[in-house]
């Protein structure tokens, strides 16, 4: 199983950028998918999560309204749209798959089996 993220980069505040979660070896089609960010010194943070089966999500609360997660079975990715980016976002970003779609639940625990590398997203003011 593997998973990798793409997408990241250097954005100026209030901008936005599309990151990806490209899988292989799992199938989209019934797991958890997580996206997770961590800052330089601060610990993991849950950002987002869906349940491809039925579409369920879940946000912090800190990216509600800005961020929207989706998923495309087909390709085997899932997508992190992020809008309205502040330099309180910048950190690197990784997504997390589970075969268990109950995995994905509001309180975005990093529980998940699989993780990607991770991409840098880093926001200038």
């Known amino acids: 199983v593997q998973l990798v993220e793409s997408g990241g980069g250097l954005v100026q505040a209030r901008g936005s950028l599309r990151l990806s979660c490209a899988a292989s070896g799992f199938r989209f089609d019934d797991p958890a998918i997580g996206w997770f960010r961590q800052a330089p010194g601060k610990e993991r943070e849950g950002v987002a999560c869906?349940?491809?089966?039925?579409?369920?999500?879940y946000y912090a609360d800190s990216v509600k309204g800005r961020f929207t997660i989706s998923s495309d079975i087909a390709e085997n990715t899932v997508y992190l749209q992020m809008n309205g980016l502040t330099p309180e976002d910048t950190a690197v970003y990784y997504c997390?798959?589970?075969?268990?779609?109950?995995?994905?639940?509001?309180?975005?625990?990093?529980?998940?089996?699989?993780w990607g590398q991770g991409t840098q997203v880093t926001v200038s003011s």
């Open positions: 869906i349940r491809t089966s039925d579409g369920t999500s």
């Open positions: 997390a798959g589970d075969a268990i779609p109950g995995v994905c639940t509001d309180a975005l625990f990093p529980v998940y089996d699989y």
